[in-house]
């Protein structure tokens, strides 16, 4: 993230165990789409220096 007071570029790591559920569907050149609801499940517990908005994160993608 990006410190304003300090003015650098700060480099940390951060857990986060995610649970939810998602969709993926097949297309006929062995690609996919897919569409996933995650809960973070220690956002509250890192919400000052999360790099997450939300506890929820929606992730959709395409793979091939």
């Known amino acids: 993230y990006f410190n304003h007071q300090q003015a650098e570029t700060l480099h940390r790591w951060y857990n986060s165990y995610f649970v939810g559920g998602g969709y993926r569907s097949y297309s006929g050149n062995g690609g996919c789409a897919y569409f996933m609801v995650l809960y973070n499940l ?8 999360s790099p997450y908005s939300s506890p929820i994160v929606i992730r959709v993608g395409y793979c091939f």
């Open 42 to 49: 220690n956002w509250y517990n890192l919400n000052d220096v």
